[in-house]
C-alpha cells in the first residue's frame, strides 16, 4: 500500500523561497511517477510539476516554469520527492500535494495519479 507524507509548507514573503518533501514508501519494484499538484481557496486542483523516475523527464505548469524544481532521490525502500519553490508571489498560496502513479498507469504527465498525500499549506505574502 503506497502512502504519501508531505513537509516543509509554510509562510513566505513574495520574492522568497521554500522548499516541499514528500517521502512515498510501500512502492513495488515497477517505475513511477511523484508530482506535486496545489489547491487555491475557492479553486479547482491543478498540478504544477511532475516527475517520473525511469525518464528522468520533467513537465512544469507554464505558471511555475523557471521558478519551480520538482526532483526525486531513493532511499532503500523510500522515495523522496522534492518541490524547490523559488521568487514566490501570492499566487502561489494554496494546499500543495504530494501525488504519485505507476509509470504502467500512462496519461499526460498530470493526469491518473492515484495516490495522495495529505496536502501541506504554502502562504506567500
Known amino acids: 500500500h503506497v502512502q504519501l507524507v508531505e513537509s516543509g509548507g509554510g509562510s513566505a514573503r513574495t520574492g522568497g523561497s521554500l522548499r516541499l518533501s514528500c517521502v512515498a514508501s510501500?512502492?513495488?519494484?515497477?517505475?513511477?511517477?511523484m508530482a506535486w499538484f496545489r489547491q487555491a481557496p475557492g479553486k479547482e486542483r491543478e498540478a504544477v510539476a511532475s516527475?517520473?523516475?525511469?525518464?528522468?523527464?520533467?513537465?512544469?505548469d507554464d505558471s511555475v516554469k523557471d521558478r519551480f524544481t520538482i526532483t526525486i532521490s531513493q532511499d532503500g525502500a523510500k522515495i523522496m520527492s522534492y518541490l524547490q519553490m523559488n521568487n514566490l508571489n501570492s499566487e502561489d498560496t494554496g494546499v500543495y500535494y504530494c501525488?504519485?502513479?505507476?509509470?504502467?498507469?500512462?496519461?499526460?504527465?498530470?493526469?491518473?495519479?492515484?495516490?495522495w498525500g495529505q496536502g501541506t499549506q504554502v502562504t506567500v505574502s
Open positions: 516527475i517520473c523516475e525511469r525518464s528522468g523527464r520533467t513537465n512544469y
Open positions: 501525488a504519485a502513479k505507476y509509470a504502467w498507469a500512462g496519461g499526460a504527465w498530470y493526469e491518473r495519479f492515484n495516490f
Open positions: 510501500g512502492f513495488t519494484r515497477s517505475s513511477y511517477c
